[in-house]
C-alpha cells in the first residue's frame, strides 16, 4: 500500500480504536472460533458450505476467539474478509503468534510483533483485544529478564491496543506479575481450565484498586485433555461454575471493565450452548447487547 493510504488507514484505526476505548463496560461472549465442522446441524445449518460459517457465526455472537494468528500472521486478503463479514460491532480477538512466544521467546521479535500489530489495527472497530499466551515452560526463573523487557516495549509500540497475557508457569501467576501487567496497562487473561489456579480474586484486587486496562479477557477451557470427545451437545455441564462466572462479570462491570469472553468446546461439550447459557445468566444483571444488529456487514474497508 502506498503513504496516502497508510496514512488514511492510520487515520480510520486510530479513530476506531479511540471509539472502542471509551465504550461503556459491556458484555461481549462468543467461541473459541467458527471453524468447526462437528457444529453442522446443531448450530449451522446441515448444508451451509463452509465459506458461509463466518457469516453466520457473526449473525449469532458479537465477538470470537482467533487460534490461527498462533500459527500464521494473518494474510491482508484474510483481514479484508474478516472486516467484510462483521456487523458493526463484531470483534475479533487474535492470539499472537507462537513465533513470538513459543519459539523466540520474546528475543529479536520485535519486526513480528510490529507486524501483528499492524494486523491489529487493519481490523480498525473489529479489533478486539490480543493477548500472548505462554507455555508453562516459559517461567519467570528462566525467562523474566526477557518478558519484562519486552513487556515494557510492547506498552509503548501497542498502547493504541487492548492486550492481555495469559501465562502457565506458577512462578508467573502472582500478585507482583498481576500488578505489573496492569502498570502498564496490560490484562491477565483468566482462564477457567481443569489444573490451572484461578486467578480472578488475585486479578480482581487489581481492579478494585482501579488499577489495568479498560477490559477482562476469560477464556473458558474446561478439561482439554480428557474432557468431552466431539463438539455437538452439552456432556458435562457446568452450572455452578457458569453462575459464579455470571457473579463474577457482573461485578467487573460494576467496575466499569468491558468483558471479553470465550467459551471452548472441552468447557461443557458444545460451546454455542454454554454461550447462550451463560448470557442468559447474564442477561437480566449486565449490559449485553441485542445481537444481532441492524446494520449490515462491512463496517470498515481496507483498500
Known amino acids: 500500500m502506498n503513504d496516502s ?3 488514511s488507514m492510520n487515520d480510520s484505526m486510530n479513530d476506531s480504536m479511540n471509539d472502542s476505548m471509551n465504550d461503556s463496560a459491556s458484555v461481549h461472549i462468543g467461541a473459541s472460533s467458527w471453524l468447526f465442522d ?7 445449518p446441515d448444508k451451509l458450505p463452509k465459506n458461509q460459517y463466518l457469516p453466520y457465526y457473526v449473525s449469532q455472537f458479537d465477538t ?3 487460534n490461527t494468528s498462533f500459527y500464521a500472521n494473518p494474510a491482508p486478503s484474510t483481514l479484508v474478509s474478516w472486516v467484510e463479514s462483521a456487523p458493526a460491532g463484531f470483534t475479533y480477538t487474535l492470539k499472537f503468534p507462537r513465533a513470538i512466544t513459543h519459539e523466540r521467546r520474546l528475543v529479536a521479535c520485535e519486526e513480528t510483533t510490529r507486524t501483528f500489530l499492524d494486523s491489529l489495527r487493519a481490523l480498525g472497530k473489529a479489533c478486539g483485544p490480543a493477548f500472548l499466551q505462554f507455555p508453562a515452560t516459559f517461567t519467570r526463573k528462566v525467562h523474566g529478564r ?3 523487557a519486552y513487556l515494557d516495549w510492547l506498552a509503548v509500540e501497542a498502547r493504541d491496543l487492548r492486550l492481555a497475557v495469559e501465562v502457565r508457569a506458577a512462578d508467573l501467576m502472582t500478585p507482583a506479575f498481576a500488578a505489573f501487567l ?10 477457567d481450565r481443569v489444573h490451572t489456579p484461578d ?6 484486587e487489581r481492579v478494585a484498586a482501579g488499577a489495568g486496562p479498560d477490559f477482562t479477557l476469560i477464556r473458558w477451557i474446561g478439561d482439554d485433555r480428557n474432557g468431552p470427545q466431539g463438539d455437538r451437545e452439552i456432556q458435562t455441564p457446568r452450572d455452578v461454575e457458569l ?3 455470571a ?3 457482573e461485578q467487573l462491570v460494576q467496575r466499569g471493565k468491558a468483558v471479553f469472553g470465550y467459551m471452548h468446546n472441552p468447557y461443557e461439550g458444545h460451546s454455542p450452548a454454554s454461550v447462550r447459557r451463560l448470557k442468559a445468566l447474564l442477561a437480566s444483571r449486565v449490559p449485553v447487547a441485542a445481537w444481532p444488529p441492524t446494520a449490515t456487514a462491512g463496517q470498515l474497508s481496507l483498500l
Do not use: H, K, S, T
Open 5 to 7: 493510504m497508510n496514512d
Open 199 to 204: 486467578l480472578f480474586d488475585m486479578w480482581f
Open 38 to 44: 462437528g457444529w453442522r446441524g446443531v448450530f449451522y
Open 146 to 148: 526477557e518478558l519484562a
Open 247 to 249: 457473579d463474577r462479570i
Open 182 to 191: 496492569a502498570e502498564r496497562n496490560f490484562a491477565l487473561v483468566l482462564v
Open 243 to 245: 453462575a459464579q462466572w
Open 64 to 66: 470470537v476467539e482467533v
